[in-house]
């Protein structure tokens, strides 16, 4: 079955701090899509990253980087310099095919809040 | 700007008294979604659609029901509401039904159900 933890509820840091956000996924497909989305306090759902399972090449956007490991099966997250702008509700997502609808299936999130 | 709409953002109802939560797109896509969010569970399906006149079931498509008459809307419809799906409800739309393509989500509803 296709499934996304998210094992970390949530996450406090101190501005400025590195901060790591942990996904594994279960997966029975051999090309599968991940997605990370943020939520801020505002609410909406904010699509931050996509990513397929054939290209293990770290990503980094910022002060956002993104370290997919097939062999581990994890696509985690880090905010470098954590701002208090980051302090937000981070989604970690995987995409079924289109005979499982074309749903993704989400981790439960992880809160992420930033103090100064 | 490409968007997609949710009307009304915030809702407080009562059991029994049907409502209905419109999504609109303006981005011509095929796919449109809906989602339920609560505290622990993240993100679950309710229905989606493939296209006009095409809806289906997600993982918790109870007590709730659907309809795309037109590429744009798909409207949610609680025939009969009751408290356990008082929730945070997203819709989402996607270009084409390419396991790629990013959902793109509305602004959320956000429904109490007394």
């Known amino acids: 079955a296709q499934k996304v933890t998210q094992a970390q509820t949530e996450i406090s840091v101190v501005e400025k701090e590195d901060v790591t956000l942990d996904c594994v996924y279960e997966t029975r497909d051999t090309t599968y899509y991940l997605f990370w989305y943020k939520q801020p306090p505002s609410g909406e759902l904010v699509f931050l990253i996509r990513r397929n399972s054939f290209d293990e090449q770290n990503e980094i956007s910022g002060r956002y980087s993104w370290n997919f490991q097939k062999s581990t099966s994890s696509f985690n997250f880090t905010i470098t310099a954590s701002q208090v702008v980051d302090s937000a509700v981070y989604f970690c997502a995987l995409s079924e095919g289109r005979e499982y609808g074309n749903k993704l299936v989400f981790g439960a999130g992880t809160i992420l809040r930033v103090k100064s | 700007e490409a968007q997609v709409t949710q009307n009304p953002r915030y809702l407080i109802t009562v059991t029994g008294k049907k409502l209905t939560v419109t999504c609109s797109q303006n981005?011509?896509?095929?796919?449109m979604s809906w989602y339920r969010q609560d505290p622990g569970l993240g993100l679950r399906q309710i229905y989606y659609?493939?296209?006009?006149?095409?809806?289906d079931k997600g993982d918790v498509p109870e007590g709730y029901k659907v309809s795309r008459k037109e590429k744009r809307n798909f409207p949610l419809i609680l025939e009969s509401p009751s408290p356990n799906q008082t929730s945070l409800y997203f819709c989402?739309?996607?270009?084409?039904?390419?396991?790629?393509?990013?959902?793109?989500f509305g602004p959320g509803t956000r429904l109490t159900v007394l």
């Open positions: 981005m011509n896509h095929e796919y």
């Open positions: 659609s493939m296209n006009v006149e095409v809806t």
């Open positions: 989402a739309s996607k270009a084409t039904l390419n396991q790629a393509d990013t959902q793109y």
